[in-house]
């Protein structure tokens, strides 16, 4: 065998050895949500809770008889996220008739800037929960990084139970704002918990790319919480607080199931108590599909919240002392309505900003428990949200 063939039979087994290793450092390897956590159950299809979808559908539009003379006791806060005065009137074009919002007898208006000027959907939770103004992307701290009470702390003060349900990843911008502190929105690990740590009792809406893993699952069971994260496991299951509930690996679209009527349910069953309640609602993927510039997808989410407020109300109405608010964080898309008012004009053409958050002041509704005492001005600030929840509860 001569060195010239030698050579050549080196040089395949280098060519072999690098390809071996090239291959190797291209499969999928155990995702890290923090460094020196492994992703227990990897984000495969295979590995990934069967997705249960229903379509949601427009309620037919009714009115409540909620009362407005009792204590509050209970406080409901339902957030549109990028929900603004002009896609609420698009809804109801394709409807054909209001949505189920518009049978609250108490509306204003909201102004949102943030220190940042048009507001993130992070400093805007943060001034609905804790009444301050702050930059995007804070949660939970003043302008000066320094930590401010949220809504979910005022309320455990008083004895008070807590729940937030989103569509979005539990740990994103607006249900953090209700509980978290840090100055930027995107940890969502450490977001995470702090929500664990503050114990919330009810705590629902996706994300199981950052609870499935070693170490957070340990501090889930640590806490206390069930830990649940399929449709059959909220459904089926005789639940107790607290809870955790992560039914995707990321967001959930409206269709998918649980639905964000299901979530709310099972939360306002758990958290129904003698001491009260404080529990805030967000339909999450209004905001991100008008900044898809998707109309389509929009009114859909529209339709999940326009389910998920008429069975608030229905169940506000079985339970004085409860008050429900109805607003936005902000508006998304600078959405128009259309000259000719028909459900085919309301498309894609309806958005004006590229998909950017912008100043329009949103709306909010209001009804139950002194509903009209607390909202009696046509406008108002995003803090005095905050401050009129704490004034609600004494």
């Not at 074009?93 to 108490?106: E, F, Q």
């Not at 943060?126 to 000066?144: F, H, L, R, W």
């Not at 898809?292 to 919240?305: A, Q, R």
């Not at 459900?343 to 329009?360: A, Q, R």
Request: hydrophobic share 40%; aromatic share 8%; proline share 4%.
């Amino acid at each position: 065998m001569n060195k010239r063939f030698l050579k050549v039979i080196a040089a395949m087994l280098c060519l072999l050895s690098l390809t071996l290793a090239f291959a190797g450092c291209n499969e999928q390897a155990p995702v890290s949500s923090e460094p020196g956590e492994i992703i227990s159950t990897p984000a495969t299809e295979a590995t990934l809770p069967p997705v249960l979808t229903e379509e949601p559908t427009f309620v037919d539009f009714k009115e409540y008889n909620l009362d407005e003379n009792a204590e509050v006791k209970n406080i409901i806060l339902m957030i549109g996220d990028g929900m603004g005065e002009n896609i609420i009137e698009n809804a109801e074009i394709v409807k054909g008739d209001k949505l189920a919002m518009r049978a609250m007898p108490n509306k204003c208006y909201v102004t949102t800037d943030s220190l940042s000027g048009t507001t993130d959907s992070a400093a805007a939770s943060t001034a609905i929960s804790c009444g301050v103004k702050t930059y995007n992307q804070y949660i939970g701290v003043d302008e000066n990084k320094q930590e401010v009470e949220t809504m979910v702390e005022f309320a455990q003060s008083k004895g008070m139970k807590t729940g937030l349900v989103a569509t979005q990843i539990i740990p994103h911008a607006t249900p953090a704002g209700m509980v978290a502190h840090t100055d930027y929105r995107g940890l969502y690990n450490e977001i995470l918990k702090q929500m664990i740590k503050t114990k919330v009792d009810v705590l629902y809406g996706g994300g199981s790319e950052y609870t499935e893993t070693t170490k957070m699952l340990k501090r889930i069971d640590d806490a206390g919480y069930t830990y649940i994260k399929t449709a059959d496991e909220l459904y089926n299951n005789e639940l107790s607080t607290p809870v955790l509930g992560a039914f995707s690996w990321g967001g959930m679209y409206a269709g998918r199931l649980p639905s964000l009527t299901d979530m709310t349910a099972s939360a306002l069953e758990l958290l129904d108590n003698e001491e009260g309640f404080f529990l805030m609602v967000e339909e999450s993927y209004i905001d991100i599909t008008e900044a898809d510039l998707d109309m389509e997808g929009t009114i859909k989410e529209m339709k999940s919240f326009d389910e998920c407020i008429d069975y608030t109300l229905n169940w506000a109405q079985e339970h004085p002392g409860t008050l429900v608010i109805v607003t936005a964080d902000h508006e998304t898309g600078g959405v128009i309505v259309p000259e000719d008012k028909k459900p085919e004009n309301v498309n894609n053409d309806c958005f004006t900003s590229g998909g950017e958050h912008t100043s329009t002041n949103v709306p909010l509704f209001a009804a139950g428990a002194k509903a009209s005492e607390l909202f009696s001005e046509d406008l108002i600030d995003n803090t005095d949200i905050a401050k009129i929840m704490r004034k609600a509860l004494g």
